[in-house]
């Protein structure tokens, strides 16, 4: 558990996957139809500073950013990877968005999952592989608070739930020295009647 005030935050540091860690990593990376894409930040497109890809069961879609992602179907590896999360977490996810971060300049700016088809206290379960990045929590309503940064090893676990996403906002900053790449698979569940 990480105290942060009004946050649930738990870090499981090394999670049983099914396969080794950099041999998943190698497999994300080769299997997975990664693609571009571009956000809407204050009225701006904005192409996005890593790739992506969104699975998740039928109807499943998810709106951020003027950007709507129709679901991939769920493939063998990582239905399984999503029955070890909801076991992990003790919550349903039906999908995942995979973000793949190729070096030090892709980077993931300051934001919450707050949009609405997300329900008001999601629980999301945020997978790492790869190159250990540094993921910065920022209070939303409070300036006094201090700032948080987790380094996030490969093969760890965040757990992120209850008013977390209300009272935080979290980034993946680019980074000043070279790195590898990274892969962050963030488990969810999309509410379709939202």
């Not at 935050?9 to 997975?32: I, K, N, W």
């Not at 999301?124 to 700032?147: C, N, Q, T, Y």
Request: aromatic share 8%; charged share 25%; hydrophobic share 40%.
């Amino acid at each position: 558990m990480i105290s942060a005030p009004g946050a649930a935050l738990v870090l499981h540091r090394a999670v049983a996957l099914g396969l080794a860690s950099d041999a998943l990593l190698a497999e994300l990376l080769r299997d997975t139809p990664w693609r571009t894409g571009d956000v809407v930040l204050f009225g701006k497109r904005y192409l996005q500073p890593r790739l992506f890809a969104w699975y998740g069961d039928p109807g499943a879609s998810y709106r951020y950013s003027g950007t709507t992602l129709e679901p991939l179907p769920w493939t063998a590896r990582l239905d399984d990877l999503r029955r070890r999360m909801e076991r992990l977490a003790d919550a349903p996810f039906n999908s995942v968005l995979l973000n793949y971060y190729r070096d030090q300049q892709d980077a993931m700016g300051l934001h919450a999952d707050d949009e609405p088809e997300l329900g008001d206290r999601p629980v999301i379960a945020s997978l790492s592989l790869g190159e250990a990045r540094p993921f910065r929590l920022r209070h939303r309503h409070d300036k006094a608070v201090k700032a948080l940064k987790l380094p996030l090893p490969s093969g760890s676990v965040l757990v992120m739930a209850g008013d977390t996403q209300v009272n935080w906002k979290h980034e993946i900053p680019r980074q000043a020295r070279p790195c590898g790449p990274r892969v962050n698979l963030t488990f969810r569940y999309i509410h379709p009647s939202r």
